[in-house]
Each structure stands twice: as structure tokens, then as C-alpha cells.
């Protein structure tokens, strides 16, 4: 058991229950394509891909470089569009609205961690998580009780107020997850997040990912190249030149 | 599909919190100066250079203006009323001064003046100067003149008609000084010209020959200069000298008569508005009202042109300043590119960091008119304190004349905080165009 903050009951019950359509997958892909052009040659990066995620799973997404998990990872989080299917997040398709609407999909629904922690480096650890929060318009004093709780949970009491240049590639990173879920989202995307660190690091981060998802029951979609971490979570698929090719459940 | 919870968010608060960090607390954070200064410090020097240039040049500027339209105004009246047509003469008349005196209640004082251009011949040489008969008393009330008067004791009062006729000075004291002519006043330079000086004799020739006994002769008077002034006009102290109106009427065989009437207001840079209802009322007269700004249009119009010239050349400056502004900005998109792609990660609309850009610029726009101004007023100070050896001739022992033109400082600061706005608009847009994807992918795709 963590200990929890005032906001945060409030905040899990959004992605326990789900915010957005209620008794819908968190995530729904269905015959989603993506093609670059590169001048007059095209790229295909996803080649139809279809599959579901309920709420609170796990999943990871495993494959080559260029099998298309990370275009996929970036268009269920409304980073990138689509050139056929559909996608949808709680019911929700993000990718027939306005940039406002986008945007605020990205902030209130989703919560992304990159390979690199990719936090601001101007920035203290406690402002870096602020920051979504205040995107979202949300009161500061709600701000600050769940930022703290949440730099607490992933073990940086005493970092708070270091800068990302003061800290450590894993505690930049633990960061950049307190970040991805200080607007209590529905969907917790992350693409290679411990894939610039160290085997102990890398550990941690890993199991930090099991214990939010459990706490917080948060649907998590990690795409990985780390296979103790791809068969550590309940449900792995694996792409291969933009196409599923296994999808299976512990 | 279109699901009505897809929400807006605003990114305002965040906006405010990115752009207070980026322009105040990154200049104090340690190991970020460098970066802060090329950020912020370098185009808020360039604007501020600008602004504080305008602000010293134009008030300068300003102060000479100022310091030639007093002296002007010293010697030239606000108002000349001649006839409307031609070289005629106006008939003397108490009542039109009267009635001029009544027309606006701008008119402080009115004198009438006859002029002429005469030949004045010292013992050593001639020169042709002209000639103005003004009554002291009216004359003093137009024309600031006792200023410039560096002859103690000497005024337009002072001046003689006939011998012994008009002062109050012992005649016999005054005999033995001037002796027994009537007396005028000259310009410093003149007497130069002339190889004179107070005290001298100088004969008065008329450029119209008048019929006399032997036939066609120019007109004679013996004077002798009573009095020199300086004005710092050379178009006065070397061209003009003065005596009394009936000295000069009976010198033109001209009594009853006037070239025109010089008027004075309360407040003088009203004269063109005052010279309008003063047309109107005297229309009827054959007299039109000829302000002092027309008597001078060229000299004005150099001096307003003067002014657009260097107000054209330092809006240049602060253009400059602006350029920097969008360079560094632009490089600052392209150096934080991948923060920006995070802030879209994480929520932020384009739009927002477009405005966060364009806030940025203004911000700078701002700090900068703000240091130009505080350092350009502070530089005025010391300007116009200390004693400067070029000037020194023109205004001894003093700094340069300043004249503060708050109108213009406004325009120019709000002029330049709009430019410091517009020279964001290319980095805005370029921040907007920033794909989070390409971006923060390691490999684009």
C-alpha cells in the first residue's frame, strides 16, 4: 500500500472506472495504416494493424527497430495521425478535432514516457511534473499535493527541487513517469523508457511500471526491446514490418 | 466522429510560468548565463540602444528647436498684418489697432512698423540694411528685444527722433555723447560690417531718389547709433537696425503711414489658428494676418524635415534591435525545439507556443524600452549639465538645450514594443510548425 494523497483518490477512480465513455476499451485500434512519402517512394509503416486494450491492462509491445511500435505508440497517443483506421482511447477518437481538442486529449487522457526522460530542463523535478497540470488550467494548491505525492511514490522525496542536470538517468526518468500521470490519465504510453539505462535502473523503472499500474490502475502500453520487461507485464504483441504477428496473455 | 467531450484546455497559466522562467530566473540560473544572455540580454541591449538613442537625439533635437523659435520669436513678431495685395502702405489708425487688439483674445499687444530698405554709410564704408520705425513703447510690447539690447542703459525707448527731443537723459550729457542727431539702434554684426561702433555718426540713403531743389537726389539723414544688439539671428544683426516710426516716416517722405502692424499673443505657437480669424475680420480692410510661421516656412519646413530625416534613421536603429530580436528567438526554436516538442507532448496547442514566442519577443520589446528610456534620460541629464567646448559660443558654460517631448517618447516606445512583437511573428510560426514526433523520435519514422 502507498500512502495517498488528497487528490489522488479522486484521480484514480478517473482511470480505475475510466473517465471518457465508461465499459469501453481504454484502447481500440481497428485496421490502422500509417504511409510516409518520401518524395515519390512510400514508407509503410503500419500495414493495418488491429487490436484492444482493456482498462487497467498491461501491455507490452515488442519487435525489430522498424516493425512500426513506436508510430503506433505515437498515434494512439494522438502524436501522429493515422493515414487509415481507427483509434479510439475511452471511447474517444482524438483525430477529428480541432489542435485545441488534440491537445487537450494529450493532456487529459494520455501520459507519455520517451526513451530519453525528454524533461525541461529550466525546470525543477516538482515544476517538470506541475507542468501538465498547469496546461490543464487545474488549481495550484491541487497541483502541488499531487505532484509531491507523486514524486514520493516513484522515491524522489528528496529530489524534488533538483534541476534534471542534477539528477541521474533513472531518477530523470522516474520523473518524466511522476509527469505522464500527474493528470490521472487513461492511458500510460511509454516507448523504450528504460532503454538508455543501466541493468539496475532499468530494474526499477520496470517494476515501478508494475506497481502504478496495479496502485493506480492505469492502462499501461509500454513498446520495449527489453525482453525481461516485455514478459514481466501480462499481455505482450509483437509487430513485425508493420503487422501484428502475436498477441498473447500470460 | 466529433464526441463532445473532447475538451479544450487553456495552456495560459502554463504560458505565464514558462515565460517567466525563460526571460527572469534562467538569467539567474547557474551555468545558463551564457545562454540567457544571447537569449534575452543581447536583443534587450538592441532595442534598448535604439530607444535610447531616440530618446537623447530627439530631445536634443528638440531643445535647439525650442532655443531657435524663442529666439526668433524675440525679434520677429507673432503676427504681421500687412495689405492684402502688392507693396501698399497702411493708413495710420488708432482705431484699427483698436479694433485688432479686440478681434482674438489671444492679440497681447499690437505696434504698428514702417520698413525700408536703405543705404547706411559709415566713414569708412556702405551697406545696405533695412530699415524699421517702430513707437518704442508699442514696439517693446511685440518684440522681446530688450534681451538682446547689449548696450547698457539702451532701449527702444531711448531712441532719438529729433535731437533732445525724446529722452529723459540731461541734454547737455546727452549732447556730449551723441551729439545732435536722431539715433538708431544696430545689429552687432552690422557695425562690424561697417567698421563702426555705438557712438559713431552714420548717414541714412534713401534707394529712391526723391525731387529736390537740384533735381532727383536720394533722401540724406544723418544718425548716429545709440545702441548695438545681438540676437543670434544673422539675418537680424547684420541686415536691421532700428529708429523711432516718425524718424523714419518723415525720412520716406511716408507720414500717415504704415508698412503694416505687428502683433503679439499669449501664446505664439496659436499664431496660424489667431492669423485665420484675423483674415476674417479684416477682409473687409484689404489686410491680411501673415503668421510667423509662414514668414519662416522654409526654416520650418528644414527643421520638420530634419526631424522625420533622423526619426526615420533611428527607427532604423531600433529596427536593427528588432532583427536581433527574431534571430535569437528563431535560433531559440531551433536550441529548444525538443523542449517545445515535449510541451506539445504534454498538452500544449501550437497556438500556445506561438503566443508563448510572440509574448517572449514582446517581453524583450518591453525590458528594452524600458533600460533605453530610464538610460536615455539618465544620458540627458548629464547632457545638458555639463559644459560641452563645441557648443560653447552659442551656450556658454551650459550643456546641450533638451527639450523632453513626453508625446514622442510614448509613440516611439509604443512604436517599438509593437516592432519587438511583429519581429516574433517568423519564430511563432516557426515554433508552431515543430512536429512532436520528428522531433523526439531518434529516427523520425
Redesign the interface.
Known sequence: MFESAPSEHAASKNAASGG??RGTPAVSVSGVRKV?AMGEVQ?E?LAGVTFQVERGESVAIVGE?GSGK??LL?II?A??SPTAGEVRVG????F??????V??????HVG?V???S??????SAF?NVL??G????RSLQELNARAEFLLKRVGLTKRMQH?P?QMSGGEQQRVAIA?ALI?DPVLLLADEPSGNLDSANAANIHSLFAELNQDFKTTVVVVTHNQDFAQSLPRRIEMRDGRIVSDSRL | MHDKTLKGSSGFAAIVFLLKRYLVSSWTARGRRVQATAGVALPVIGIAVGVCAFTVVLSVMGGFVQGLKKRLLGVEPHIEIVVREGFGRVSESQELLDRISKISKHVVAVSPFLKTDVIVQSSRKPMTVVLWGVEPQRAEAVMKFANYISTPGVSFRTLEQDAFEMSDEPKSERSSRLGSFPTLLAGEKALEILSAEVGNRLTLISTQPDEGLGGMAPTQQPVVVEGAFQTGSVTHDSKVVFARLALVQKFMNAQGEWSGVQVALDEPLDAERVARELNVALAADGLRAKPWTESNKALLKALRLERWGMSFVLYMVILVGCFSITITLVLAVRRKAREMAILRSIGLRRVDLGFLYLCKGGSIGLIGVFVGLVSGLLLLQVVSRVPLSIIEDAYPGRGLPVLVSWPDLVAVSLGSFVLSIVAAVWPAIEVMRIDPVETLSDRGV
Open positions: 471518457l465513455f510516409y514508407l509503416a527497430s513506436s508510430t505515437h497517443g502524436l501522429d471511447g474517444l477518437d482524438p477529428h478535432g480541432s489542435d485545441l481538442q491537445s487537450h486529449f494529450r493532456n487529459r507519455f520517451f526513451q530519453h525528454n524533461l525541461l530542463p529550466e525546470f515544476e507542468m501538465p498547469l496546461i490543464a488550467g534541476y542536470g509527469r493528470n
